[in-house]
């Protein structure tokens, strides 16, 4: 049985340390997923990897099929799923290479397909989110990294944003006073459809850069990539601990 679903972001198109055993290419209602779903082992547990933005990273946030990607997991019989991003860090305590699991959101971005219920035959439907986020998986990565001697911040807010441009210092300024503690650009719709199709879902958020405004230099994409690599390598460590914990259907 599929344990957990893991997707995947800028800086983890591949699992190195996921045993393959088979591809699928799927088709939703909703068109195309990003990418073929990738059966493998993880820690002696099946999972489900699938990269956002697509095997070599070709989808920038805004263009992502979002709807797609999760009627696939949630087809595909998961349960659960952990979502890795890369992330901006605002609050003062976050630097570069940390790793995030965020317990809240705030939406900015705008034109996205943000949820299933719409089109004339759906019916007007409301679904609690009050606590974007499942306590249980954010439990399991707070006890994984614990094990592995990973640090992680445990809560925090999430600022979603439009992309695939930066923030201005402006806006880092406002969605600091908004109470942002991170910023990044998949975030939604992301958790909400999670929600909707019932899922359980979590987000390794790894800090690549401090956000705008909050250095002197300018945001350097190749800083970011190094940063990427180093919270990559403790992403993938923190995953090898939190696949066993994760209860099975």
């Keep these: 049985m599929t344990t957990a679903a893991i997707i995947g ?3 983890l198109t591949d699992l190195k340390n996921l045993s393959i055993t088979r591809r699928e290419v799927v088709r939703t209602p909703y068109g195309e997923p990003s990418a073929p779903m990738v059966y493998g082992r993880l820690s ?4 489900v990897f699938l990269p956002r ?4 990273h070709t989808i920038p946030p805004h263009q992502i099929n979002y709807r797609a990607n999760l009627w696939a997991l949630k087809q595909a019989g998961i349960r659960r799923v952990i979502a890795v991003a890369a992330v901006g860090g605002i609050a003062a305590s976050l630097q570069a290479g940390d790793l995030v699991f965020p ?3 705030i939406d900015y971005t705008y034109g996205r397909a943000h949820t299933f219920f719409d089109g004339e035959h759906k019916k007007v439907t409301h679904v609690d989110f009050t606590y974007p986020y499942c306590t249980e998986l954010r439990g399991v990565l707070n006890e994984a990294a614990r094990r592995a001697k990973i640090a992680a911040t445990d809560r925090g807010t999430y ?5 695939p441009r930066f923030e201005s210092a402006a806006e880092i300024v406002r969605m ?3 109470g942002c503690d991170i910023v990044g650009m998949t975030g939604m719709p992301e958790a909400a459809l999670a929600r909707e199709l019932d899922l359980r879902y979590a987000t390794i958020a790894v800090v690549a850069n401090r956000a705008a405004g909050k250095e002197r230099s300018l945001i350097s994409l190749k800083e970011i990539e190094a940063h990427l690599e180093e919270g990559m390598t403790k992403v993938r460590l923190l995953l090898e601990h939190a696949i066993p914990l994760i209860a099975a259907d």
């Excluded at 600022?159 to 992309?163: E, I, N, P, V």
């Design 9 to 11: 972001g800028s800086g």
């Design 44 to 47: 002696g547990k099946e999972v």
């Design 53 to 56: 933005h697509g095997p070599s």
């Design 103 to 105: 317990d809240q959101i």
């Design 159 to 163: 600022g979603a944003t439009q992309g």
């Design 176 to 178: 600091e006073r908004d």
